[in-house]
Nanobody, 122 residues
Framework: QVQLVESGGGLVQAGGSLRLSCVAS??????LGWFRQAPGREREFVSA????????YYADSVKGRFTISRDNAKNTVYLQMNNLKPEDTAVYHC?????????????????WGQGTQVTVSS
C-alpha cells in the first residue's frame, strides 16, 4: 500500500521559512513533487525531484525561494520554503509518480498525500 505522509506546515509571518517533509512508502517512484491548492483556486505545481538523479523542477513563482531535496535512505522528500509570501498560503500536497515522463502536471502523478496547511500572514 502506497503512503505519502506530509508534515511541517504551519503559520508563519511573511518573510519567514518553513520546511515541509513527505515520507513515501509502499513502492519505488520515479519522482516526487509538491503541489499546492489555495481556497477557490486550482491545484498548481510547485516543485518536483527525480528520485534517482535528483533532477529538480520549480514553478516560476517559487524559483529562488524554495528548494526541493530528497533523502533516499529515509524515503523522504523535503521542500525548504524561504522568504514566504501571503500568496504562498495553501494546502501543500506531496505527490509521487512511477512514470519517467512529465513533472509539472497533476496528471503526471499517481499517488497523493493528504496535504499540510501553510499559512503566511502579512
Amino acid at each position: 500500500q502506497v503512503q505519502l505522509v506530509e508534515s511541517g506546515g504551519g503559520l508563519v509571518q511573511a518573510g519567514g521559512s518553513l520546511r515541509l517533509s513527505c515520507v513515501a512508502s509502499g513502492r519505488t517512484f520515479n519522482k516526487l513533487g509538491w503541489f499546492r491548492q489555495a481556497p477557490g483556486r486550482e491545484r498548481e505545481f510547485v516543485s518536483a525531484i527525480t528520485w534517482s538523479l535528483g533532477v529538480t523542477y520549480y514553478a516560476d513563482s517559487v524559483k529562488g525561494r524554495f528548494t526541493i531535496s530528497r533523502d533516499n535512505a529515509k524515503n523522504t522528500v523535503y521542500l525548504q520554503m524561504n522568504n514566504l509570501k501571503p500568496e504562498d498560503t495553501a494546502v501543500y500536497h506531496c505527490a509521487a509518480s512511477p512514470y519517467t515522463w512529465g513533472s509539472r502536471s497533476s496528471s503526471d502523478y499517481e499517488y497523493w498525500g493528504q496535504g499540510t496547511q501553510v499559512t503566511v500572514s502579512s
